[in-house]
């Protein structure tokens, strides 16, 4: 079993950045794929980046591309997501979700590809 904190967001202004945390209890976080996801009320969750256990490998959806960097903290069974240029379109609850695999270096897509899950950090971009 891995539970998931997600913390660092808030409200800042467009153009600003942050740094969204989740971290994870449970022993086996270190063999878990993890992927951020955010939704906004009334649409799908969004997938906007993704990372494979050993940290190598990462996506990003490309409508974010350059703006979001994903890594993550083995040691402190922490991944990160750091955003910048922020805009009001990235208003959204951010969650993150992990899985287990055997797969060192593959990442994973889709939010039914993941078995636990983040409570959500609001982060919200003032105009």
């Known amino acids: 079993q891995v539970e998931l904190v997600e913390s660092g967001g808030g409200l800042v202004q467009a153009g600003g950045s942050l740094t969204l945390s989740c971290e994870a209890s449970?022993?086996?976080?270190?063999?878990?794929?993890v992927g951020w996801f955010r939704q906004v009320p009334g649409k799908d969750r969004e997938r906007v980046a993704a990372i494979s256990r050993s940290g190598e490998s990462t996506v990003y959806v490309d409508s974010l591309k350059g703006r979001l960097t994903i890594s993550r903290d083995n040691a402190k069974n922490t991944v990160y997501l750091r955003m910048n240029s922020l805009e009001p379109e990235d208003t959204a609850t951010y969650y993150c979700a992990a899985r287990e695999t055997l797969l060192t270096n593959r990442y994973f897509g889709s939010f039914t590809d993941y078995r636990f899950w983040g409570q959500g950090t609001q982060v919200t971009v003032s105009s």
């Open positions: 449970g022993p086996t976080f270190s063999r878990c794929a």
